[in-house]
Structure formats: structure tokens, C-alpha cells
């Protein structure tokens, strides 16, 4: 659909052409109107229409100046020129700038207002064909040259010629987009597929609510190669609306990722730079973002400091191999104090996640155990870590995983599994949640979660569900026919979610189970 913006200082003229024709049926739609040139171009910088239907004489900035100055930055952009008979010259003057169409107010009406749209919308279609097949191989030569500025942290003479004759870096900002991923619970056991569906539906959402605002927007792949956050060079704003247009990005960006992904999405962005002596200078200004955010801190605040582990993964390494648990858990604590404490970067703690990985693969063949498929899935989700809590946890995860491996006789463990088993007795007419059991446990609700199913071949949730209506079928059996009452009585919030997971496990509601089978089978 084709988004149109009206300007003309005569109210009369605005009201007339909104209502003179059904919009949605000629694939198009009022994204704004204004009523003088200035307003007009300001509508333009932030909702980059594809059709401006603009009168030639207008205050502050007449229709002819806004056409040139939109040749300049917003080539793509079609205008159709709203004019009377005493400014016909002028008209003729602003076809040469491409303009589609000059209409005639006295002549204004439905069937001619179609026509010039219609002769609008292919004009618009042609443009942007011509500009992306002209621009499709650079842009993606741009993306690969601003990605080698970030991994590098140099400007090649290729790179600063490319940038510099591609006329991106007149005026531009870097934007990084960042989010957390939703945590364990019991409605929904995330796994590292699910985390990357959300990503790539994520990226969809980012492209479309950016691109609605800049048409020069070059993604570049985050340095680490994550799947927490994406980074986008964005090209020809101004400095004078920057800070407006990106707070109105974010809180386009955060309310279509919410429906969509239900992710709570941030951006950062960095200040307006030109030219390319500036772009170690905006690199810089984006990392000190991306690491204050990655830290939960304020950037002025932030100190860098090198991730100091010392000799800690040969120590690891050692007390695994002897199963040595309080060794195994002194070395965790030393890499939590050093994770807890120094403002590092996320980089730097991808690089001692690896280290890690390495000491804990070695220490586990020494035993005779190699690494389980559920150490390669808690040690994949580090490509999921945004902020420093979430690096803490996942640290939790690695020593709680290795302990009940290195403990096991089968390297399998069942120690976790039977704390779960253990609570869930204890409560069972209780309500009972994830990081309640979790933390009998003393391990992490994610670690939980996918520890029982792995043991005991089921989830915990059900697992839980099922140990609730075999209790309820205790009781119905014992003449305790009230619905409500056992539903109360065992920690449901309700008869309905009761009846829902009794028909789940018994493929029957539970009047229909009092009904047809309690009787009979406890005569």
C-alpha cells in the first residue's frame, strides 16, 4: 500500500481531497497531512512517504522548494503538484524536478484526482526498482565494509573509499538493537531453537520499523556474531531531528516487537558523525553503549577492566578429574567474583566461556565422560547471554550441570531429578512453582527444567500435573465428590485449569470420572 502525505494551507483543500476518493481501494493511505512546506518536509524526515500531493504556494516553505530540497535527500519520493491557473508556469517549472502529475484545483475531482495517483504509484514502483538494482550489490558491499570496520577496529583505504564515494557517511549514526530472551517457566520450556525463531522474527520486525524510517539503512552483523542483538549503520538523517526521530523509532520498535515476539526490545544509538575521520569515533561510542548496557549500568559510569580469571580452568580441570566437588565449586565462585566484579565486555566473556568449555571437556574425558548433549545445550545458550545477570545464571547452569555429572555413576545423574520428585510430594496440594522446586533443588529454574525431562523422561510440569490427579482420584475415591473443593484443595487457581489438566491425563473430564469409574473400582 502506497503511503501518501497531503500539504496545503487551505483546510477546505486538505478535507476535500481525504474524502474525495476510497483510499484503501487504490492501494493507498493518509499518513499525514500538513499545512504548510516546513510542516511538510518535517512529516517527510520522519514517515518517508512514497507520494506527496503538495499545493506550489504554501507559507514558510512553498510546494516548489519542498520538491527540490526532496530531489536531493528523498529522490524516491513522487509528487503530484496541486496548482491554479496563475501559478501554471510554476507547475510546468517543478515537472522538470520529476514531478509525476500537476492538477488543477478548479478541476479537481474524483476521476482526475485517480488518474494522477494511479500514474503516481507506477512512477514510485519504477523508482524504487531502478534504486535497487542500482544500489542492491553496493549495499551489501556497504553492510560487509562497515562489518570489517567493527571486527577490525581499522578503516581500510577500500573501505574508506567505498564509504566515502557511496556518500553514506555525509551524515550518520549506528544503531544496536538489544533484548533479553524470555527465561524459564512453566508454561513454556525455551530451548535454543525457539530462542532463534524469536531472532529471526525479531530481525523481520527491525528491518521494516527502521526501514519506515530511513530508506539508507545498512544491517551489519553484530561483531560477536550473537543472538541477543542487531546493529544498523543508518544513513543521510539530520542532526538537528535525530533525537526525536530515534526516540520515535524505539517506541515503534518496542511496540512491534512486543506483539510480535513479546520481546522488550532497546535501542542504543550513537550521536550523528560525517565523513569518515569519524568512524573510529562513532565504533567507540558504540561499544561503550553496547557495554553499559551489557553491564546494567550507566555508560559514564562504566570503568573497562580486563576479565581476569587467573589459573582457574587448570584448577577446574583438576578437581573434575579427582570429582572433587568442593574444588569444582571454589573455581565457579572464583569465575563469578571475576565475572561479578571487572567492567568487562561481552567479548571478553565469550572468550573465557570458551576457555571454560575447554577445561570442562577436558577435566570430563579424564573420567571417561564425554561432554553430555545437555552440557552442549546448556553451553550453547551463551549465545544468548545480553546483560551481565544473564551471565551469572548461565554460569549457575554449567556448575550445577557438571556437579550432577561428575556425581553420577553413569555420568546421567538422578540427584536433581530426585530433590524435584522429593518437594513435589511434600507440596502436592500446594501450589507448587518452577523456581520454588529450582531452589530445593539449588539449581537454576532453566537447569531444572530441563534436567528432570532428560532424567525422568517426562516434564516437570507434568510430571507435577500427574501427581495432582492421582491424588485427586485418592480422593474422589475416599467420597470427596466437590470438583471445587479438590481442585482448592490441591493448589489449582481454579475448577477449569483443574478439569483441563485431569482431561489431559485421564483423557476424561472428572465428573465423568466420578461418574463411570470411582464406584466401580473401589466397591
Known amino acids: 500500500m502506497f503511503r501518501?502525505?497531503?500539504?496545503?494551507?487551505?483546510?477546505?483543500?486538505?478535507?476535500?481531497?481525504?474524502?474525495?476518493?476510497?483510499?484503501?481501494?487504490?492501494?493507498?493511505?493518509?499518513?499525514?497531512?500538513?499545512?504548510?512546506?516546513?510542516?511538510?518536509?518535517?512529516?517527510?524526515?520522519?514517515?518517508?512517504?512514497?507520494?506527496?500531493?503538495?499545493d506550489i504556494k504554501m507559507p514558510l516553505m512553498d510546494g516548489l522548494a519542498l520538491v527540490e530540497k526532496c530531489a536531493d535527500s528523498y529522490p524516491r519520493i513522487v509528487f503530484i503538484i496541486l496548482t491554479s491557473l496563475a501559478e501554471f508556469s510554476?507547475?510546468?517549472?517543478?515537472?522538470?524536478y520529476g514531478v509525476s502529475d500537476y492538477l488543477l484545483k478548479t478541476e479537481l475531482d474524483e476521476k482526475t484526482l485517480l488518474s494522477a495517483l494511479e500514474k503516481?504509484?507506477?512512477?514510485?514502483?519504477r523508482r524504487s526498482a531502478t534504486a535497487g538494482s542500482f544500489q542492491e550489490n553496493n549495499d551489501d558491499r556497504l553492510s560487509s565494509e562497515i562489518l570489517n570496520?567493527?571486527?577490525?577496529?581499522?578503516i581500510t583505504a577500500e573501505t574508506r573509499n567505498l564509504l566515502s564515494h557511496s556518500d553514506v557517511l555525509s551524515s550518520y549514526a549506528f544503531i544496536a538493537a538489544v533484548y533479553q530472551f524470555p527465561a524459564e517457566s512453566f508454561d513454556k520450556e525455551w530451548d535454543a531453537e525457539d530462542y532463534r525463531k524469536l531472532h529471526g522474527w525479531e530481525e523481520d520486525v527491525l528491518l521494516k520499523v527502521i526501514h519506515s524510517f530511513s530508506e539508507n539503512v545498512y544491517p551489519v552483523t553484530a561483531p560477536s556474531g550473537r543472538q541477543s542483538s542487531f546493529i544498523y549503520l543508518v544513513s543521510g538523517i539530520s542532526r538537528e531531528t535525530w533525537a526525536a526521530v530515534s526516540s520515535r523509532l524505539e517506541e515503534k520498535v518496542r511496540s512491534?516487537?512486543?506483539?510480535?515476539?513479546?520481546l522488550d526490545t532497546k535501542l542504543l544509538h550513537t550521536a550523528v558523525y560525517s565523513g569518515s575521520d569519524s568512524l573510529q569515533?562513532?565504533?567507540?561510542?558504540?561499544?561503550?553503549?553496547?557495554?553499559?548496557?551489557?553491564?546494567?549500568?550507566?555508560?559514564?559510569?562504566?570503568?573497562?577492566?580486563?576479565?581476569?580469571?587467573?589459573?582457574?580452568?587448570?584448577?577446574?580441570?583438576?578437581?573434575?578429574?579427582?570429582?572433587?566437588?568442593?574444588?569444582?565449586r571454589a573455581s565457579f565462585a572464583e569465575i563469578r567474583r571475576a565475572v561479578s566484579s571487572s567492567d568487562h565486555s561481552l567479548?571478553?566473556?565469550?572468550?573465557?566461556?570458551?576457555?571454560?568449555?575447554?577445561?570442562?571437556?577436558?577435566?570430563?574425558?579424564s573420567i571417561g565422560l564425554s561432554e553430555s548433549d545437555e552440557i552442549t545445550e546448556m553451553f550453547s545458550a551463551s549465545d544468548f547471554i545480553s546483560r551481565r545477570s544473564e551471565a551469572l545464571l548461565f554460569l549457575d547452569d554449567i556448575e550445577s550441570g557438571l556437579l550432577d555429572i561428575v556425581e553420577s555413576t553413569g555420568g546421567s545423574g538422578s540427584g536433581i531429578a530426585d530433590k524435584a520428585r522429593e518437594y513435589i510430594l511434600m507440596h502436592i496440594t500446594e501450589h507448587i512453582a518452577l523456581s520454588d522446586v529450582a531452589a530445593y533443588a539449588c539449581v537454576s529454574p532453566g537447569y531444572m527444567s530441563k534436567s528432570f525431562k532428560r532424567i525422568?523422561?517426562?516434564?516437570?510440569?507434568?510430571?507435577?500435573?500427574?501427581?495432582?490427579?492421582?491424588?485427586?482420584?485418592?480422593?474422589?475415591a475416599e467420597g470427596n465428590e466437590r470438583i471445587a473443593d479438590i481442585a482448592l484443595a490441591l493448589g489449582f487457581s481454579n475448577i477449569y485449569y483443574f478439569s483441563k489438566v485431569f482431561r489431559k491425563m485421564e483423557g476424561i473430564p472428572p465428573t465423568e470420572y466420578i461418574k463411570n469409574r470411582v464406584k466401580s473400582e473401589y466397591k
Not at 28 to 47: F, K, L, Y
Not at 120 to 125: G, L
Open 4 to 54: 501518501i502525505l497531503i500539504a496545503d494551507d487551505e483546510p477546505i483543500i486538505l478535507s476535500g481531497i481525504r474524502h474525495l476518493i476510497d483510499w484503501e481501494n487504490a492501494d493507498a493511505e493518509i499518513i499525514g497531512s500538513a499545512r504548510n512546506g516546513a510542516e511538510a518536509w518535517s512529516i517527510i524526515e520522519s514517515e518517508h512517504p512514497d507520494i506527496v500531493i503538495t
Open 90 to 96: 510554476l507547475a510546468r517549472e517543478a515537472v522538470g
Open 120 to 125: 503516481a504509484e507506477s512512477e514510485s514502483v
Open 149 to 154: 570496520l567493527l571486527l577490525l577496529r581499522q
Open 256 to 262: 512491534a516487537a512486543g506483539m510480535v515476539t513479546g
Open 281 to 328: 569515533q562513532s565504533r567507540s561510542e558504540l561499544e561503550a553503549l553496547l557495554m553499559a548496557y551489557y553491564l546494567e549500568k550507566e555508560p559514564a559510569s562504566v570503568k573497562p577492566a580486563p576479565l581476569v580469571i587467573g589459573s582457574v580452568f587448570p584448577t577446574l580441570e583438576l578437581a573434575i578429574r579427582e570429582k572433587d566437588r568442593v574444588g569444582c
Open 347 to 365: 567479548s571478553q566473556l565469550e572468550f573465557m566461556i570458551v576457555a571454560l568449555r575447554s577445561a570442562v571437556m577436558s577435566g570430563l574425558a
Open 456 to 476: 525422568m523422561g517426562i516434564s516437570l510440569v507434568d510430571y507435577i500435573n500427574q501427581k495432582k490427579v492421582e491424588k485427586a482420584k485418592e480422593m474422589m
